[in-house]
C-alpha cells in the first residue's frame, strides 16, 4: 500500500486540502459560516437547483431510451450484435469535450438542424439533456444488459405455464431481479450527470451551469476561492452519497441472483413485437448515437472551399488558431498521445499494486483504502488541476513547468479504473498456485511473474485501455496545467471553440473528429480483449 498512498496523499490530498484550506480559512481561522453565506446566494442556490434537477431528468430520459436497448442486447441475436455494441459504447470513452462538439454540430450555429428547419437548441438544456442521454446510453445498455443476458428465462416461462400473462411474468419475476442492476446503473447516469464539465461548458452557454462548471467560473475567471471551496466541499459530499448508494446496489445485486450462461438466453427475434423493438433500437441508435458523431466528421470535412482537407491542412500551420496556441494544433495530438501513455504507465504502477494490497485481506483498514481509491471520481478534477497549480510550486516539488504534470492528475482518474477492472482477477487467483510455487523455491516476485501475471495478462491490458482513453480525454484538470506550447486535444478543443471565426470552428472539429478516432480504435481493442462471458458489469 506503500506507493498508492504516498501517490494520493502528494498528488490528490495535498492539492485538495491546500485550496480548500485557502477558500474557507484565514488568517483568524477556519470560517466555517463561510458556506451558509454562498449556499444562501441566488445564483448558487440556482446552479445547485440546475445541477441536481438536470441530473435526475438526464437519468430518467437515459433510463426510458436505453432500457429497451438493454433486453434486444440481452435476449436477441441478430447480424452484426457486435459491431453494434462496440457502436453503442463509442460515447462513453469519448471525451466529454467530443461529446460536446458533436451535438454542436448537430444542433448549434450552422449545425443540421438549423440548415434543415431553421431551429437551434445550443444554450438550451434540451441540447445539454440529448447530450447526457446519447453519452450515458451505454452505460445503462452494458450494466443493465450484461446482468439480463444470465438471467434464467427458464423462471419467467414457468410463471407464464402458470396463468401469468407476459407482462405479469416480466413484472413479477425478471423486473425485481433487474432491480438492482437498474438502481446501478441509474446512479452511476446520475454521477456522471451531476459532475457534468466539459458538455454543459460547450453547450449550456452563458445561462447554464453546474458545480463543476460554477466551480471553474469561480476559480478561473473571477478567482474567487472561497466560493470554490464550498461549492468543492458540497459536491465531494453529494458525490460521496452517491458512491456508497452504488456499492450498496451492487452488493445486493451480487449476492442476490444465480446466473447462467449468456448463451443460453439469447435468440432469434420471434413475432412482430421482438422485430419491431429490434428495428426501433436501430434507429434509436442510428438518431442518436452514429447522427452526432456522423454530422461532427461531416463538419470536419465542410471547408470554406467545398469539402476536402482545408481543416485538416490548417491544423498544421501555427497561426491557424487566430493566436490561441504557440504551436500548431496538430501538436496536441501527439502531446495527448505522450501524456496519456505516461499516464497509463504511472496508473497501471498505482492501481496494480493497490488491486494486489486490497486482495490480501479485508480488514477495516484495507476497505478504507479501498474508498480512497475512489475518491478523485467524486471530487472535482477543476479543483485538482488548480491545486496543482498552488501546491506543486516549491522545491523539491517544484512542476509547475514540467511535462509530467499533466499525466499525473490524469492518473489520477485512470487508477480507479485500474483498480476496478484488475480486482476481481486478482481475487479469482487461488493463493494455493503461489504457494505452491514459494514450495518449489520460488521468489514472492518470481511467483507473481509465473502465477498471476499470466492470469491477470488480459485483465492487466484492459485497465490499460481504460486507463489510456480516460487520460486521452481528461479536461477539467488539465485545462488549467497543459502548457500553451504543449495543449491536450480536449483543451484545443475547447480552446478552439471559445474563438470566434469559421476557420477556428471547422479546426475544432477536424481535431475533434482525430480524438473520437483515437479513442474507437481503443474501444475496439477493448472488445476483442474483453473475456466472453460478461459478468453483468459495465
Same mark, same amino acid.
Given at each position: 500500500?506503500?506507493?498508492?498512498?504516498?501517490?494520493?496523499?502528494?498528488?490528490?490530498?495535498?492539492?485538495?486540502?491546500?485550496?480548500?484550506?485557502?477558500?474557507?480559512?484565514?488568517?483568524?481561522? *477556519?470560517?466555517?459560516?463561510?458556506?451558509?453565506?454562498?449556499?444562501?446566494?441566488? $445564483?448558487?442556490?440556482?446552479?445547485? *437547483?440546475?445541477?441536481?434537477?438536470?441530473?435526475?431528468?438526464?437519468?430518467?430520459?437515459?433510463?426510458?431510451?436505453?432500457?429497451?436497448?438493454?433486453?434486444?442486447?440481452?435476449?436477441?441475436?441478430?447480424?452484426?450484435?457486435?459491431?453494434?455494441?462496440?457502436?453503442?459504447?463509442?460515447?462513453?470513452?469519448?471525451?466529454?469535450?467530443?461529446?460536446?462538439?458533436?451535438?454542436?454540430?448537430?444542433?448549434?450555429?450552422?449545425?443540421?438542424?438549423?440548415?434543415?428547419?431553421?431551429?437551434?437548441?445550443?444554450? #438550451?438544456?434540451?441540447?445539454?439533456?440529448?447530450?447526457?442521454?446519447?453519452?450515458? &446510453?451505454?452505460?445503462?445498455?452494458?450494466?443493465?444488459?450484461?446482468?439480463?443476458?444470465?438471467? $434464467?428465462?427458464? +423462471?419467467?416461462?414457468?410463471?407464464?405455464?402458470?396463468?401469468?400473462?407476459?407482462?405479469?411474468?416480466?413484472?413479477?419475476?425478471?423486473?425485481?431481479?433487474?432491480?438492482?442492476?437498474?438502481?446501478?446503473?441509474?446512479?452511476?447516469?446520475?454521477?456522471?450527470?451531476?459532475?457534468?464539465?466539459?458538455?454543459? +461548458?460547450?453547450?449550456?452557454?452563458?445561462? &447554464?451551469?453546474?458545480?463543476?462548471?460554477?466551480? &471553474?467560473?469561480?476559480?478561473?475567471?473571477?478567482?474567487?476561492?472561497?466560493?470554490?471551496?464550498?461549492?468543492?466541499?458540497?459536491?465531494?459530499?453529494?458525490?460521496?452519497?452517491?458512491?456508497?448508494?452504488?456499492?450498496?446496489?451492487?452488493?445486493?445485486?451480487?449476492?442476490?441472483?444465480?446466473?447462467?450462461?449468456?448463451?443460453?438466453?439469447?435468440?432469434?427475434?420471434?413475432?412482430?413485437?421482438?422485430?419491431?423493438?429490434?428495428?426501433?433500437?436501430?434507429?434509436?441508435?442510428?438518431?442518436?448515437?452514429?447522427?452526432?458523431?456522423?454530422?461532427?466528421?461531416?463538419?470536419?470535412?465542410?471547408?470554406?472551399?467545398?469539402?476536402?482537407?482545408?481543416?485538416?491542412?490548417?491544423?498544421?500551420?501555427?497561426?491557424?488558431?487566430?493566436? #490561441?496556441?504557440?504551436?500548431?494544433?496538430?501538436?496536441?495530438?501527439?502531446?495527448?498521445?505522450?501524456?496519456? @501513455?505516461?499516464?497509463?504507465?504511472?496508473?497501471?504502477?498505482?492501481?496494480?499494486?493497490?488491486?494486489?494490497?486490497?486482495?490480501?485481506?479485508?480488514?477495516?483498514?484495507?476497505?478504507?483504502?479501498?474508498?480512497?481509491?475512489? @475518491?478523485?471520481?467524486?471530487?472535482?478534477?477543476?479543483?485538482?488541476?488548480?491545486?496543482?497549480?498552488?501546491?506543486?510550486?516549491?522545491?523539491?516539488?517544484?512542476?509547475?513547468?514540467?511535462?509530467?504534470?499533466?499525466?499525473?492528475?490524469?492518473?489520477?482518474?485512470?487508477?480507479?479504473?485500474?483498480?476496478?477492472?484488475?480486482?476481481?482477477?486478482?481475487?479469482?487467483?487461488?493463493?494455493?498456485?503461489?504457494?505452491?510455487?514459494?514450495?518449489?523455491?520460488?521468489?514472492? @516476485?518470481?511467483?507473481?511473474?509465473?502465477?498471476?501475471?499470466?492470469?491477470?495478462?488480459?485483465?492487466?491490458?484492459?485497465?490499460?485501455?481504460?486507463?489510456?482513453?480516460?487520460?486521452?480525454?481528461?479536461?477539467?484538470?488539465?485545462?488549467?496545467?497543459?502548457?500553451?506550447?504543449?495543449?491536450? @486535444?480536449?483543451?484545443?478543443?475547447?480552446?478552439?471553440?471559445?474563438?470566434?471565426?469559421?476557420?477556428?470552428?471547422?479546426?475544432?472539429?477536424?481535431?475533434?473528429?482525430?480524438?473520437?478516432?483515437?479513442?474507437?480504435?481503443?474501444?475496439?481493442?477493448?472488445?476483442?480483449?474483453?473475456?466472453?462471458?460478461?459478468?453483468?458489469?459495465?
Amino acid at each position: 500500500m506503500a506507493v498508492p498512498l504516498a501517490f494520493f496523499a502528494l498528488f490528490f490530498a495535498y492539492p485538495v486540502t491546500a485550496i480548500v484550506g485557502r477558500g474557507v480559512r484565514t488568517d483568524d481561522g *477556519w470560517q466555517f459560516g463561510r458556506i451558509g453565506e454562498v449556499l444562501a446566494q441566488p $445564483d448558487i442556490a440556482a446552479v445547485l *437547483w440546475f445541477t441536481a434537477w438536470q441530473a435526475f431528468v438526464s437519468t430518467l430520459l437515459t433510463l426510458l431510451v436505453a432500457l429497451p436497448a438493454a433486453y434486444v442486447f440481452a435476449r436477441l441475436e441478430f447480424p452484426g450484435k457486435q459491431l453494434l455494441r462496440a457502436v453503442v459504447t463509442v460515447p462513453f470513452v469519448l471525451p466529454t469535450v467530443v461529446v460536446g462538439t458533436a451535438f454542436l454540430a448537430l444542433v448549434g450555429r450552422g449545425g443540421l438542424l438549423e440548415e434543415l428547419w431553421g431551429v437551434r437548441l445550443d444554450t #438550451t438544456v434540451w441540447a445539454i439533456l440529448l447530450a447526457h442521454v446519447f453519452f450515458n &446510453y451505454a452505460v445503462v445498455v452494458r450494466t443493465v444488459g450484461g446482468l439480463w443476458a444470465q438471467l $434464467d428465462p427458464r +423462471q419467467e416461462e414457468a410463471a407464464r405455464v402458470l396463468g401469468a400473462g407476459r407482462f405479469a411474468a416480466w413484472r413479477r419475476v425478471t423486473l425485481p431481479a433487474l432491480v438492482p442492476a437498474v438502481a446501478a446503473a441509474a446512479l452511476m447516469v446520475f454521477l456522471f450527470t451531476f459532475t457534468s464539465f466539459g458538455v454543459v +461548458q460547450i453547450l449550456g452557454g452563458p445561462s &447554464y451551469a453546474t458545480l463543476e462548471v460554477e466551480v &471553474y467560473r469561480q476559480t478561473a475567471q473571477l478567482l474567487d476561492l472561497s466560493t470554490a471551496a464550498v461549492l468543492t466541499m458540497v459536491q465531494f459530499a453529494a458525490v460521496a452519497l452517491i458512491l456508497a448508494v452504488h456499492a450498496w446496489t451492487v452488493r445486493r445485486r451480487e449476492a442476490a441472483l444465480r446466473l447462467v450462461d449468456p448463451a443460453r438466453t439469447a435468440h432469434r427475434p420471434r413475432g412482430f413485437g421482438q422485430r419491431a423493438l429490434l428495428g426501433g433500437v436501430l434507429l434509436t441508435v442510428a438518431l442518436l448515437i452514429v447522427l452526432p458523431l456522423a454530422v461532427l466528421v461531416e463538419r470536419s470535412f465542410d471547408a470554406p472551399g467545398g469539402y476536402g482537407l482545408g481543416f485538416y491542412r490548417a491544423l498544421q500551420s501555427e497561426g491557424s488558431g487566430g493566436g #490561441t496556441f504557440l504551436v500548431p494544433p496538430l501538436e496536441a495530438v501527439w502531446n495527448s498521445l505522450e501524456y496519456a @501513455l505516461a499516464a497509463t504507465a504511472i496508473a497501471l504502477v498505482v492501481g496494480g499494486l493497490a488491486a494486489a494490497a486490497l486482495t490480501r485481506n479485508a480488514g477495516p483498514f484495507v476497505r478504507g483504502f479501498d474508498a480512497l481509491l475512489m @475518491l478523485p471520481l467524486g471530487v472535482s478534477a477543476v479543483t485538482v488541476g488548480f491545486g496543482f497549480l498552488i501546491t506543486l510550486d516549491e522545491p523539491p516539488l517544484d512542476l509547475r513547468t514540467s511535462w509530467i504534470l499533466v499525466p499525473l492528475a490524469q492518473a489520477l482518474v485512470g487508477v480507479p479504473f485500474v483498480v476496478r477492472t484488475m480486482l476481481p482477477v486478482l481475487r479469482a487467483v487461488d493463493s494455493r498456485l503461489r504457494e505452491a510455487a514459494a514450495v518449489l523455491g520460488a521468489s514472492p @516476485l518470481r511467483a507473481w511473474r509465473e502465477v498471476d501475471l499470466p492470469l491477470v495478462r488480459r485483465a492487466l491490458l484492459v485497465a490499460a485501455g481504460f486507463a489510456f482513453a480516460v487520460s486521452l480525454g481528461e479536461f477539467g484538470a488539465t485545462v488549467f496545467i497543459a502548457r500553451p506550447d504543449r495543449p491536450t @486535444l480536449p483543451v484545443a478543443v475547447a480552446r478552439l471553440l471559445g474563438r470566434a471565426g469559421e476557420l477556428n470552428y471547422g479546426q475544432a472539429m477536424a481535431l475533434s473528429t482525430i480524438l473520437m478516432l483515437v479513442c474507437a480504435a481503443a474501444l475496439l481493442v477493448l472488445e476483442r480483449l474483453r473475456p466472453d462471458k460478461t459478468s453483468g458489469e459495465f
